[in-house]
Every structure is written in structure tokens, then in C-alpha cells.
């Protein structure tokens, strides 16, 4: 092979080799960047019988089933200042009816919807599906503000809770 065509075949491979490169580099230049991944605000945490589970272990959410605006706001606030973890706000599904205040919760026997409704005076723990993360508070019109409660309560027995991530 020539000289001259050995120069033109080196040239042709160079050029195929950089419009490659550029276009790789175009495509990775131009491609979004990966959202950033916040972690979640609560984990099922096991429980075990006799264990104790308090505030901040405990994983909130509550809703407003009175006439009064900005009712769960404030009282998830109220348990944030105690400890809790915050977690969702909002009106109660239509229809529900709350004259004080109420935990939902699948287990009566759970230690955290126990320490949750400690929070409140004669606050029942109900059967419901819970409406947002950890355990469910609903208020109603009667709803004025927490009582005294406990820090901390004892696990009957082996149960589940939503936790923060590393507790």
C-alpha cells in the first residue's frame, strides 16, 4: 500500500473514530441526570414482646374530620413537639365522623398506635385502614388538645411499627 492511501485509510478510521466519540459524548452530555432519592420517612420495624417503643420511634399521620381549617396541621405539630415523626396531613375521607379524636389502626394491640392515643384524652384505637404513613390519628370538632401522655409503652407482644429508617 501506497503512502498516500495508507494516510487516507488512517484518516478515515480517525474520523469514523471521533464522530463515534462525539456522538457517544452528545448522548451521555445531553441525558437527565438521575433523581436525587430521598429516603422514605418510615420502614416496618419489627417489634419484639417486651420491648420498648418510644416517641421518637414513632411515625404520624393525622387528619381532619372537624369543621375547623388547619386542625390536623396543628395537631401533628403539637406531636412533632412531643417527639413523633411527622408524616401526612389532610381532611378525613367524607362521611367520617370524630367528635374528639381517634387512632385507626388493624392491631388495637400495636405499641405504637398505643403510644399515639396515650397522646389524647379518651382517644379509642378504632379498626381502619390507615390513610397515610405510620399510625393514623383522625380529629374531630370536640378535638381541643393533647394530654399529658407517656413517653414510652411496653410491646405485649411481637408486633410491627413505622419507624425512621435506622431506628
Do not use: H
Not at 420502614?43 to 381532619?64: D, F, H, I, K, M
Amino acid at each position: 500500500m501506497r503512502a498516500g492511501a495508507r494516510s487516507l485509510a488512517t484518516l478515515v478510521v480517525l474520523t469514523a473514530v471521533l464522530v463515534a466519540a462525539a456522538y457517544w459524548g452528545w448522548q451521555a452530555a445531553t441525558e437527565p441526570l438521575p433523581e436525587r432519592a430521598d429516603p422514605p420517612l418510615c420502614v416496618s420495624t419489627p417489634v419484639a414482646a417486651g420491648a420498648t417503643v418510644v416517641r421518637e420511634q414513632v411515625t404520624v399521620s393525622v387528619y381532619n374530620a372537624s369543621t375547623r381549617n388547619g386542625l390536623a396541621g396543628t395537631t401533628l405539630g403539637a406531636l412533632e413537639d412531643r417527639g413523633f415523626i411527622g408524616a401526612d396531613t389532610g381532611n378525613a375521607p367524607e362521611g367520617t365522623a370524630v367528635s374528639g379524636a381517634q387512632v385507626w389502626s388493624n392491631d388495637p394491640e400495636n405499641p405504637a398506635a398505643r403510644l399515639v392515643a396515650q397522646q389524647f384524652r379518651r382517644a379509642p384505637i378504632v379498626p381502619g385502614e390507615p390513610l397515610g404513613r405510620g399510625v393514623t390519628v383522625i380529629v374531630g370538632d370536640d378535638f381541643r388538645k393533647l394530654a399529658k401522655g407517656v413517653d414510652s409503652v411496653t410491646s405485649a407482644a411481637d408486633a410491627t411499627i413505622c419507624s425512621p429508617p435506622g431506628q
